[in-house]
């Protein structure tokens, strides 16, 4: 019997199950066992989960309080320095690329945090830079 012959004898109704009969379709993968296990798992570390979360919660709440006393720590830095520099203070090229890099990471934190109270550090900001490039062009650090 040839292919022709056979599909004229099945019909076009049994041309469709052939096809899906040699059509290998991947079975869902459902394992009950895991669902009852993880329902089992949920129900004895409950109580251990719902702490873990708290101390997550705490934990994130304590790292932003840090975050918010290291930028009031670097504006007061970044003010004591220019007031230093506005009274006479002389001070090394070590001691500018350091209040520099304060001020850099400042400004970026005050860009990602809007609601910080910022403002504050932008005549500081222009006294430090004007006296460093100052500074520098003339060769006038302080060796440390």
Not at 13 to 20: E, N, Q, R, S, Y
Request: proline share 1%; charged share 30%; aromatic share 10%.
């Amino acid at each position: 019997m040839t292919l022709s012959e056979i599909i004229g004898t099945i019909g076009g109704g049994g041309i469709v199950v052939v096809l899906l009969a040699l059509i290998k379709v991947k079975p869902l993968e459902i394992s009950v066992w895991s669902w009852i296990f993880r329902k089992i798992g949920k129900a004895f570390n409950g109580e251990t989960l719902d702490y873990v979360k708290s101390i997550q919660a705490t934990l994130d709440e304590h790292l932003q309080q840090h975050e918010i006393t290291n930028a009031e720590t670097s504006r007061q830095r970044i003010l004591r320095f220019a007031d230093e520099i506005y009274d006479g203070k002389k001070h090394s090229k070590e001691s500018f690329d350091d209040i520099l890099d304060i001020l850099k990471e400042y400004d970026k934190y005050c860009d990602s945090h809007k609601d910080f109270k910022n403002g504050r550090t932008q005549a500081a900001a222009e006294i430090i830079d004007t006296t460093y490039k100052k500074l520098f062009a003339e060769h006038k650090f302080t060796e440390v």
